[in-house]
C-alpha cells in the first residue's frame, strides 16, 4: 500500500494546521514549515506521523470523509430502503456541500493533472470511507432479496452522483451555491425514488 494511504489520524492541532494550509495555498503551494509552526511544532515531528506531503494531505481528506462511515456503522438489511438511502444521502450531501468539501474537490480539479497523486488519495478516499458503506448497505440489500443489483460499488456511484455531481461541480466553479434545506431535501428525494423505482424487489 502507497504510505499515503496508510498514515494514522493526525493530532487534532496538526490536522486542522493542514487543513487551514491545504484550503488557503492549494497542495502545490502548501508549505509543511507554515503547518508546523501553525501547529506550534517542529517539522521533524510532523515527519514522525507523516511521511510526506501527499500523506498529509491523505489525513486530511479521510479525517473529513471518514466520518460517513463510522457514521453509517455495519450493514442493516433489515433498515426500510427509502429511509435508510435518504438518511446516508443527506449525510454525504452534507459532507461535500461543506466548506471543506468543496475546497478539497476544488483543489483536486485545479491541482490533479499536475499531480496525479493528489487525485489519486482523493479519488480512493472518498471511496473507501463515502461510497464503500453505501455499497455494503445495497449488497446487503441485495443478499436478502429486497433489491436486485449485480455490482453495489457501481451502483452506489451512479446514486450519490445523481446527488452531488453538477452541485458539487458548479459549486467549486463558484456558478452557484449548493442546495440546502428544502431545495436538498427534493433533490435527495427525487433521487431515491428514480433509483428505488429502478432496482426495488418488493415495494418498499
Known sequence: MNEALSTDCLPPRLLESARAEF?????????VGRIA??????????????ASKEALLFAVIRAV????????????????????LTGYLTAFAGLAFSDEGITSYRLVMSEGAQ????????????????IRPLADQLAAYASVGRMAID?????????VSMVVADALRDAALGLSSPPVGAA?????????????????????
Open 23 to 31: 484550503g488557503r495555498h492549494g497542495f502545490a503551494k502548501a508549505n
Open 37 to 50: 509552526a501553525a501547529a506550534m511544532m517542529s517539522k521533524k515531528t510532523i515527519y514522525r506521523h507523516v
Open 65 to 84: 470523509v471518514g466520518e460517513l462511515a463510522a457514521a453509517a456503522g455495519p450493514p442493516a438489511p433489515q433498515a426500510p430502503p427509502r429511509v435508510w
Open 115 to 130: 499531480f496525479p497523486d493528489v487525485a489519486r488519495i482523493y479519488i480512493e478516499t472518498v471511496k473507501t470511507y463515502g
Open 151 to 159: 455490482e453495489p460499488e457501481g451502483t452506489a456511484m451512479m446514486l
Open 184 to 204: 436538498l431535501r427534493t433533490l435527495i428525494d427525487r433521487a431515491v425514488t428514480i433509483f428505488l423505482g429502478g432496482v426495488v424487489s418488493n415495494v418498499v
